[in-house]
Nanobody, 125 residues
């Protein structure tokens, strides 16, 4: 079982920014597509973004386009989610997920086989 650890969550005011990190332990992320998902209380898990193993392909949910940016640093074995212009509706537990893939990615939970434990993001004044 691949181990992923998210970090960077916290409390931020509306309009603020956070950068989430997804770090892999005991394996290299080089050959894995990575996705970010979120789940708010009482709601279903929602796909946020994904990035291909090479970093050449990214996808975003409409709700975060233009505000969130996914990136990866394979040398650091880490994937990032830069979140700007945060809104109260972005409040959720954010999870990263990994799946071995040669190219592309899909923001679908069923696409990914390994998941982290999540990090809480709260956007509130």
């Amino acid at each position: 079982q691949l181990q992923l650890v998210e970090s960077g969550g916290g409390l931020v005011q509306p309009g603020g920014s956070l950068r989430l990190s997804c770090e892999a332990s005991a394996f290299t992320l080089d050959f894995y597509a990575i996705g970010w998902f979120r789940q708010a209380p009482g709601k279903e898990r929602e796909g946020v973004s994904c990035i291909s193993s090479s970093g050449g392909s990214t996808n975003y949910a409409d709700s975060v386009k233009g505000r969130f940016t996914i990136s990866r640093d394979n040398a650091q074995n880490t994937v990032y989610l830069q979140m700007n212009s945060l809104k109260p509706e972005d409040t959720a537990v954010y999870y990263c997920a990994a799946e071995s893939a040669d190219y592309g990615c899909q923001i679908l939970a069923d696409y990914f086989g390994s998941w982290g434990q999540g990090t809480q993001v709260t956007v509130s004044s």
